[in-house]
């Protein structure tokens, strides 16, 4: 099994958003991005895609969903502030299944930490740009590889 975590694609400026920070949608480059994001996964065997039900996430993962027919299943515990445990956690409920979950760049940092501590990454080459992907292989209820596809 694995896990694709996705940090959003680039999103419009946060000190320039009036609304919701929730309703904060993609700019232009970030479409772009989901677009390449789409192209690079739509040939892996996915099964589920979860995102954090904030627009910019929904966004990120739309033309995937779309190149692959599957829903996007939106989950609190992708939201920012989530924590990276939670990505954690929701690996272990969808055992099994190959699973694109969308989430924040806080909650990705703190995954790659947790990544670091294990072993799995080396501080050099944690990274965590908007767009970004880690790839995580599980094997025996556990994650046993990481790897990180650079935003497109």
Known sequence: MAAY??????AGDRDEWEGDDRLRPLNKAGR???????????NERIDKILSS???RCVQTVEPLAAALQLPIEP??????GA???SVIRIMQAVKGRNTVLCT??????????QLIE???????????????????????????????????
Do not use: C
């Open 53 to 55: 039900p904030y627009i």
């Open 104 to 113: 924040h760049g806080d909650v990705v940092e703190e995954l790659v930490e």
């Open 75 to 80: 989950r609190k515990d992708l939201e920012e």
């Open 5 to 10: 975590i996705v940090r959003h694609a680039k």
């Open 83 to 85: 924590g990276g445990e």
């Open 32 to 42: 772009r991005q989901a677009q390449a994001l789409a192209e690079s996964l739509k």
């Open 118 to 152: 294990r072993g799995l990454v080396s501080r050099a080459r944690a990274s965590n740009e908007m767009g970004g992907t880690w790839v995580l292989d599980e094997k025996d209820g556990k994650i046993a590889h990481a790897t990180y596809l650079p935003a497109p």
